[in-house]
C-alpha cells in the first residue's frame, strides 16, 4: 500500500461496465449506496487514484431503481460485454442524469447532444465528456451518451481548445471549423456526487475509509450503532502465522487471570498500552495491570490497522485487550465496554476486533430490547480465524455483546486482541 492508494495493480473496471452485485454491502452514509448481492449496476464513474478517499471507490447506478451512489470496487464483479468507446460527434443521451454541479449540464433520456470532447485517463478526466446540449454546454458523465443513428447531423465543424489542469492547450480535428475555448475542467469534488463520509453525526467509520468492502450487518442510524464486518481480512496461512505470533508473545509475558467477587475468570487476559501509558484496565470488579505494546503487537497491528484505513501509526489505537479462549466451554455474557477509559456512553467509540483460532459466535443485542422475545438481538455473526469486527459509534451506550459458550467438545483455542483507544486516561496512575 503506498501513501496514495491501496490498488497497486490497475482495475479491471471501466466506466459503463453493468457487473453484478457480488454481496450485499450497506450504504455507510450520505452518498452511498445500499446493494442487494446479485444487484445489477452500473458504473458512472471511477474513484481517482490520485484522491485517496475516492480511490478504490466507484459511484454507480442501480439499474433496478435507478439509485446512484458510490460502492467499494471489491463489491463488484467481473463486467459483462462493454459498450463502444465514446468518440466525438452527434449522440443520444440514454440515462437521465441532473448536472452534479456548475459547469455540468442535466441529461435526459432521448435528448440529442453534441460531444466535443472526451476525457481520459492521461488527462485525469477519464469517464467525463465536454458537449452541447439543449440546456447549454457543460460536462457529462460520457457512459450517458450513445452515438446517434447514421446520417444524423454534426453541428460542429472546426478546431476547439480545451483546458487541462488550469492549462490551455490546442485541441485540432480536420472537421471542425472554428475555433472554442472549453471551460477548465472544475476540480474533482464537484465533478461528481461527494459521500457524506460517516453518518449524519459526521462520524467517520471503518468501513468508509479501508481499503477494503466492510459490511455492516448492523446500521442503526437512529441510535448511532453500527458493527462493521470483514470476513477474511487476515488469509488463513496468514491468521495462523499470526495466531503463532502472538501466543510465544504470550509465553514470554504470561497471561493474567484476575479474581473478581465471583472468582477467577476462566479465560487468560492480558491488557496492553502504548509506550508511556500506565492505565489500569477496571472492569467486571477487577483491575488489570498494564503492560507496554511488545514488538510483537506493534507487528501484529502494522498488518491489521491499514485494513481499517489506518495506514498511519499515529492514527492507530493506544490500548489492546487479549482474551484467551480455551476451549467451547469458555465464553463471556453479555456486557458493554463501558469502561471510563473509553467514554463509550458519552461519545461516539470505535472498538476493532481481531479474531484468530477457533470460530465463535458473536452476538450483540440493543439494552432496551433485552426482555423482548428475540432478546433484542440486534446481528449475530460466526467469526472465523482472520475475521475482523468492530463496534462504532454509540454502540456502548444502546448494545450489549457477548460470545455465548460452545456446545460442541472439539471446540478449540481461540484468541481474541480487541483495540481501542483510551481518551480519558487514569489521573492518579497515568498522568497523561
Keep these: ?44 464513474y471511477l474513484g481517482s487514484r490520485q484522491e485517496q478517499e475516492e480511490c478504490g471507490w466507484a459511484y454507480v447506478r442501480a439499474l433496478s431503481s435507478c439509485q446512484a451512489g458510490w460502492i467499494h470496487e471489491q463489491a463488484l ?48 478526466d477519464a469517464g467525463w465528456a465536454f458537449g452541447q446540449g439543449a440546456a447549454g454546454r457543460g460536462w457529462f458523465l460520457a457512459v450517458a451518451a450513445r452515438r446517434a443513428p447514421a446520417g444524423a447531423k454534426d453541428s460542429r465543424r472546426g478546431c476547439f481548445y480545451m483546458a487541462l489542469n488550469g492549462d490551455t492547450s ?6 471542425l471549423a472554428s475555433a472554442e475555448r472549453l471551460p477548465a475542467r472544475p476540480l474533482v469534488a464537484a465533478r461528481h456526487p461527494q459521500p457524506d463520509r460517516g453518518n449524519a453525526t459526521a462520524m467517520r467509520l471503518i468501513g468508509a475509509a479501508a481499503p477494503s468492502a466492510w459490511r455492516y450487518p448492523l446500521f442503526d442510524e437512529d441510535r448511532s450503532c453500527f458493527v462493521g464486518h470483514l470476513p477474511g481480512a487476515l488469509a488463513s496461512d496468514k ?6 505470533l502472538a501466543m510465544d508473545g504470550m509465553d514470554l509475558l504470561g497471561w493474567d487471570r484476575p479474581v473478581s467477587g465471583l472468582g477467577q475468570i476462566a479465560r487468560g487476559t492480558k491488557w496492553m498500552v502504548s509506550d508511556g501509558c500506565h492505565c489500569p484496565y477496571r472492569y467486571g470488579g477487577v483491575i488489570v495491570k498494564p503492560t507496554t505494546f511488545p514488538p ?3 507487528e501484529v497491528m502494522a498488518l491489521v490497522m491499514p485494513l481499517c484505513g489506518l495506514s498511519d501509526s499515529a492514527q492507530w489505537p493506544n490500548s489492546c485487550n487479549l482474551n484467551c479462549y480455551s476451549d467451547g466451554g469458555v465464553g463471556v455474557d453479555w456486557h458493554a465496554d463501558d469502561e471510563a477509559l473509553f467514554r463509550g456512553k458519552q461519545r461516539p467509540c470505535t472498538i476493532i476486533s481481531l479474531s484468530l483460532g477457533e470460530a465463535r459466535i458473536f452476538e450483540v443485542r440493543r439494552a432496551e430490547d433485552a426482555q423482548e422475545s428475540n ?12 475475521d475482523l469486527c468492530t463496534m462504532e459509534g454509540m454502540c456502548q451506550k444502546h448494545c450489549e455483546h457477548r460470545v455465548p459458550k460452545c456446545k460442541r467438545r ?8 480487541t483495540w481501542r483507544w483510551i481518551v480519558s486516561h487514569d489521573r492518579l496512575r497515568c498522568g497523561l
Excluded: F
Design 1 to 44: 500500500q503506498n501513501s496514495k492508494c491501496w490498488r497497486q495493480q490497475p482495475t479491471m473496471h471501466r466506466v459503463g461496465d453493468t457487473l453484478v452485485v457480488q454481496h450485499a454491502v450497506e450504504a455507510l452514509g450520505g452518498g452511498y449506496l445500499a446493494a442487494d448481492a446479485g444487484a445489477t449496476v452500473q458504473i458512472l
Design 77 to 124: 464483479g467481473e463486467p459483462h460485454a462493454r459498450p463502444a468507446a465514446l468518440q466525438p460527434g452527434p449522440h443520444v443521451i440514454s440515462m437521465s442524469l441532473p448536472a452534479t454541479g456548475e459547469g455540468y449540464l442535466p441529461l435526459h433520456r432521448g435528448e440529442s447532444i453534441e460531444v466535443l470532447y472526451v476525457g481520459s485517463a492521461d488527462d485525469g
Design 170 to 175: 490546442l485541441k485540432t480535428n480536420s472537421s
Design 239 to 244: 491468521a495462523r502465522a499470526t495466531l503463532r
Design 296 to 298: 510483537w503487537m506493534l
Design 375 to 386: 432478546g433484542g438481538m440486534a446481528c449475530r455473526l460466526r467469526l472465523q480465524s482472520g
Design 410 to 417: 472439539s471446540c478449540r483455542l481461540r484468541l481474541n486482541l
